[in-house]
């Protein structure tokens, strides 16, 4: 049966038996002009095509969109000679409705996409085991971890699996199924809301985060938790945050977003980095030399996300100018991307890195003490906020308790100095710099 036909079909249930005789059952799909977001209708004359577009159009695009998952427009024409309606019960389809099932996952956010490093090995051998014996193991699965770091990536390679396996997936982000569940109660049809989440294999929610504070949502996402569950579905979710670390959720939810396993995603290590580069470049048919994949890796932040900006960048400009991707050419491309974030560095981020890495209090380092060490992280922070921040040297001189800012001046010179002498200096300040210019927090 053509999707068109099931979705009238679906209609027959919401109006009257008159109704659906009169005109709906009149209306034939026009499979080979509909797309996967256009339906098309032939009505055989402008009476049930005027009635039809006024009193049953909208219902239709969400009936499609109830069933398909994409936003559909519904158009009702009169009929033309040639009529579909024949071809339209021959060529069954539901091929067609997979279709639209299966463009909601990436096909190419697979396990074997996916590069393994100690950051992510946890919550990738989770999901492989979960993808591999749905509903067996760790139920619900819970993958949490900071932006970019493939937890969408981890989710729909599990989907992919089980879709391939011949399960029904539904993967969705928690926005979508509260658009969704809201449409429902404001059509009245909260029984095929439940139907359709109810009656899936997997369930996989991601941006579980933006439940926080949303009461209905997880009132009803509690129902949809508690029957999947124990009908034995599997259900994956991911959020940037572990559970209990989530505000606003509701305390039965968090507990049973704990009762499976909850598996997190650390920032990768630069020998990942380096890998999913690679991999990156092998999907993309971007040919770059290690030299220069080093250099990306070291001026990425720990979102995987950038990777494929900076791809698609390098290749747009290598085509463009003409020209073979040097590492010079790639520093060049790359020089904007750099100062952007180099101009979203604050004192406040330097002063926590600089702490942190050498063990000292910010405060102390603003303090007079003339001790050693810390005369030496106060130098380094003054070096580094002048030259990471737009901050003026009379601002810093305020900032750091000097008399002004020809103590900032003779600070700098100081600094640049043994830069110059001491190699050793020289990587520190380096390492620092690089730290602090690739944290995530100095957006
Ligand atoms: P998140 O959902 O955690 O914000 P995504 O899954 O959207 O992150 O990942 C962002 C991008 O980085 C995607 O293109 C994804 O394929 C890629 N990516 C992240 N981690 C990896 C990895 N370990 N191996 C391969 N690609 C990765
Ligand atoms: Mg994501």
Redesign the pocket.
Known sequence: MSLGKKILLLLKDEISEIEYKRYISQLSYDLESSKSDLAIFNAPNPLIANWAKTRYAKKIAHLFEVETNVQTDVQIKLKKESSETIKDVLVAKPVQQKANKISLLNPS?TFA?????SS?QFSYTAAVSVAESPAKGYNPLFIY??????????LQAIGNVIQENGGSVIYTTIEQFLNDFTRHMRNQTMDRFKEKYRKCDILII?DIQFLSGKKQTQEEFFHTFNDLHAQSSQIVL?ADKHPKQIAGLEERLQSRFEWGLVAD?QP?ELE?KIA?IK??CELDRVALSNEIINYIATIISN???E??GILTKLHAHATLMNQEITLEFTKNVLKEQIREKRDSITIEHIMTIIAKELNIKPSEIRSKSRSRNIVYARRISIYLCRTLTPNSMPTLAQYFGMKDHTAVSHTMKKISQMLKEDENFRLKVEELSNKISLDDNSK
């Open positions: 956010y996409n996916f590069v393994v490093g992510n971890g900071g932006v970019g770091l493939g937890k969408t990536h981890l991601d991911a995603i990768p990942t999913i991999k990156k979102n995987a996300r990777i494929e």
